[in-house]
């Protein structure tokens, strides 16, 4: 993609309104234009972002077997009297009314319309478990929506039901959320942290909050970045292997700044191992047992030949919030250097010719290059404007692409000069170029 | 995937309330479930089919140069009062106050938004043409309801927004969507016809409605179905070949019932080739110059130092719609067989193993030859209940996979009862089942 075709409206200075770095950073490239307060229009930059991170966050659910459904966006207010949360809801539900003034409402998450979903449809335990999730935007109409995407009204989530015949199957469903959210941040290269939470307006006994590592979350954390490699772990669908996951991942779960006690930990953790920061949340899981499916009606025929209410779980990931929390953890605001994570980076590799009104061989070298990126499925903005050199370099870091080819003139038959963001510049040839690229993709 | 395992609640008989094919069918195989009048949820065979058309779209948006972004379902009114549609909209649109009580609404159509983020972002010439889409949730809030999603409240729908320096070049991008739109129909294999239309609510002055053939559409339409085949033109991206194909195309646009010169059309088409039938609109195009732009401030700066006004054009197909017009083109309703284009068909195949609780000789069969579909990546799903035959066959052809493998009791060594949907059974290999699904999808 040529950028003078691209739709990337970049600013030359950062927006006063930003406070934080997610903010500053997505306006500053075009990524979100804000609509009205809390509400925001994806521009393409920001769009490419959220649809990866989207994809990982799918394929995670499918592994654990959840069968993807889209609930819709508007919901009546009769199912919110049935479990009782209509009222308690309060002003951060968006209440409407439509033309025939039946009461209506933006869901704000979806645990009575799944209910309704499945009292309908499941009538035998022989059927269970189910695991069922969807991926829709939510709405929360905040009083005070601040910090760009991070704190806004309108909202992308993907949120998940589980439904089981008996505690401990439930807990095992619960289990299987906990594995897959482990998975997913580590996919999108973020140190996610599970910690224990309250249950809130969700209700329940047992929740999770995934926290990711970032300098300007919401609270302190202390923790042992050894434990946090999924990767290395036995990670079979069992009931074992499962509870024995959560139970390892928990020994630090609950080290908050209040709690945290610092002569323990200085015991346990060594200095080079420690991670210590500030987290935000993008995760949330909740086991509440039979909370909704008993003043709801969802109920099974058991094997004797009576009937139980089915126990529930629920399980959130903030998806356009996710893009956010990767800037929080990944951008040098100081240097104004961002470099995404390749598996949701909006492109995958820069590329940098220098061009001038009486010389276009470098264009025309990128244009060459080009053609067999393609071929390798490597994604790549080319800078075909005649801005000045060090203006294209700023405004690729901005981008974020993790890789860059530079073309100068000097630039001499086969060798390329090519770097990683953040790292030495080395001249290699292309071949070399797009081996060192497909192997990082292929790693995330 | 079993279907013991899968969330696809099967109903015994026809409900009572689906007047049309496409309604019936949903309800009947599960594929949506109604939540509040005209608002549905999508179960897992409903979201499979609606999101394999949903990424059809998207490519074929992408093949012509459109960029992806996604502006928000919910929108303040302050814009519609901009171009001045907010007092004409009427009814249909869903009108919001928030807590601050902020006059807001749920977009039925993005205009007035998408021209807004062009005004703030795009300044000069150079930077055209833009085309940007987005597949967002819409809000219509109908009076009355009905036939399931085919005339439902809120609906999924591509839209699409060019933005171009004339007349001219707004045309050449008008006819790009033109032949995305053929391409698009083309691989869901439906017939869809180019119509001259009203402009109606949107405005302008040229427009075509993209209408299916199907026996339960809203109006006659003659055609020759010859004429129908985008795969034979030239389809080059460039202004001459798009021009005459639009041309070549509308040749039989406007024969209606009312219009139609029965006498004309004889002559010209052969009783094989002819098409007779009732039509439903899934797509509609609009090329509506500055009447957006005007109001609204949405300018660019010309060669010359002087500004004009940008012309800009709407393209919009109805996806969730679309899931039901291929219902209504492809349902046998007489014999209850429903055969999916493999394009967007939930599942490539059914495996319906014969099974009774003392063998299950053939669901080990099943099993085995579903881990060599799944290396050749086709999905199916598997019977793996100890229903009757007949029940499960019938099932089967109501969920619709275009193909079927059956392993009864006399299934033999390598040969397999193999039948694509509405054609002889065959007795094949594996691999030659395997060959034919391949070609197939390749083709689509």
Redesign the interface.
């Known amino acids: 993609m040529y950028i ?4 990337i ?1 970049i600013l030359k200075n950062n927006p006063s309104e930003a406070k934080i770095k997610s903010h500053q950073l997505m306006l500053r490239v ?1 990524m979100i ?1 804000q ?3 809390g ?6 930059l920001g ?2 972002v ?2 990866k991170i989207e994809n990982i966050v799918r394929e995670e659910q499918n592994k654990i ?1 959840a ?10 207010s ?1 199912i919110w009297k049935e479990s009782g949360r209509y009222e308690d809801y309060g ?2 539900m ?1 209440r ?1 009314k ?3 003034n ?1 009461e ?1 409402l ?1 869901g704000p998450t979806n645990e009575e ?1 799944v209910t ?2 499945f009292r ?3 009538k035998s335990y ?2 269970l478990p ?1 695991l ?1 999730y969807h991926i829709q ?1 939510k ?1 929360r ?1 905040e ?1 005070r929506p601040r910090f760009g995407i991070m704190r806004c ?2 909202f992308y989530m993907k949120d998940a039901y589980s439904f089981d015949i008996s505690d401990d199957e439930a807990l095992f469903s619960y289990n299987k959320f906990f594995l897959s959210y482990l998975k997913t941040f580590k996919r999108l290269d973020l140190t996610a942290i599970p910690m224990a939470a309250d249950t809130g307006p969700i209700g329940g006994n047992l929740s999770h909050e995934f926290i990711i590592l970032a300098e300007t979350g919401e609270s302190k954390i202390f923790t042992d970045k050894r434990i946090f490699d999924v990767d290395n772990e036995d990670t079979k669908l069992e009931k074992k292997s499962l509870e024995n996951l959560r139970k390892k991942y928990e020994q630090f779960y609950s080290v908050t700044d209040e709690k945290f006690n610092q002569e323990e930990f200085e015991k346990k953790v060594s200095e080079k191992n420690r991670l210590k920061t500030k987290g935000i949340e993008v995760g949330h899981i909740f086991y509440f047992g039979d909370k909704y499916s008993k003043p709801m009606g969802g109920s099974v025929d058991l094997p004797g030949g009576k009937k139980d209410f089915v126990k529930m779980g629920s399980y959130g990931i903030g998806v356009s919030r996710l893009v956010g929390a990767i800037i929080e953890a990944k951008y040098d605001e100081k240097n104004e250097v961002m470099k995404w994570p390749i598996s949701v980076a909006p492109y995958d590799l820069a590329v940098i010719p220098m061009i001038n009104k009486n010389d276009t061989s470098a264009l025309e070298k990128a244009n060459k290059i080009n053609i067999e990126l393609k071929k390798n499925n490597i994604e790549s903005i080319i800078d075909d404007t005649d801005e000045n050199f060090s203006s294209k370099i700023k405004k690729m870091n901005l981008i974020g692409a993790p890789f860059q080819i530079i073309i100068g003139k000097q630039s001499d038959g086969e060798l390329l000069e090519f770097k990683e963001i953040g790292k030495e510049t080395k001249k290699i040839n292309l071949t070399q170029i797009i081996k060192i690229i497909k192997e990082q993709k292929v790693k995330n």
Chains 1, 2 share one sequence.
């Open positions: 003078s075709k691209s739709f409206p075009g234009k609509s009205s307060a509400i925001y229009s994806w521009l393409p769009f490419k959220m649809k077997g069968q993807e459904i889209l609930m819709p966006t508007i919901q009546s009769e002003e951060e968006l409407i439509d033309r025939q039946r209506m933006y319309l309704d979903i309908s449809s499941i022989k059927s189910q069922l935007w709405f109409d009083i009204r309108e």
